[in-house]
């Protein structure tokens, strides 16, 4: 699946994520990032609303798990489990979330923990930035099982 199959698939099963105006930009295994417009995510001091920063960072983890275990599984279920948000700066411009898989071992031994048991944990980072500045950096574990 690509950016665009992607998109249009959690536009139907998010319809939250085509109100907010995501944008998938990059869909890879080891690296998702995801666009929000602001436009659609003031809140009332003119800068990204806190819920909808967190909202696009679940999504951008979900979309790093859903890339690594549908090959596996298409069946599979993702939720999350437990999730940690820090905003550092306001947001006052469209925003970008990113989940970037350094460890490969990690991915592997979620795959194998999945295929054993028909189900695994995987816990994810996803940051916010503008340039070198980080806005929110959020933290994330997923559960996928049958």
Same mark, same amino acid.
């Given at each position: 699946m690509d950016e665009i199959g992607f998109q249009k698939l959690i536009y139907d099963q998010i319809p939250i994520t085509e109100k907010m105006g995501l944008e998938?930009?990059?869909? +890879?295994?080891?690296?998702? +990032?995801?666009?929000?417009?602001l436009k659609?995510?003031?809140?009332?001091?003119?800068?990204?609303?806190?819920?909808?920063?967190?909202?696009?960072?679940?999504?951008?983890?979900?979309?790093?798990?859903?890339?690594?275990?549908k090959e596996i599984d298409p069946n599979s279920h993702i939720v999350i489990q437990r999730s940690n948000i820090e905003y550092f700066l306001p947001i006052d411009k469209d925003f970008t979330a990113e989940c970037t898989i350094e460890e490969q071992a990690g991915i592997e031994k979620f795959l194998f923990t999945y295929k +054993?048991?028909?189900r695994a944990r995987? +816990?994810?980072?996803?940051?916010?930035?503008?340039n070198d500045k980080i806005l929110s950096k959020f933290e994330g574990q997923y559960v996928v099982f049958r």
């Open positions: 998938v930009i990059e869909f +890879k295994p080891l690296s998702v +990032k995801i666009l929000a417009r659609p995510n003031l809140n009332h001091k003119c800068t990204a609303f806190g819920g909808s920063i967190n909202s696009l960072m679940t999504v951008c983890g979900w979309a790093a798990v859903f890339i690594n275990i +054993k048991y028909s995987l +816990k994810l980072n996803v940051f916010c930035r503008d």
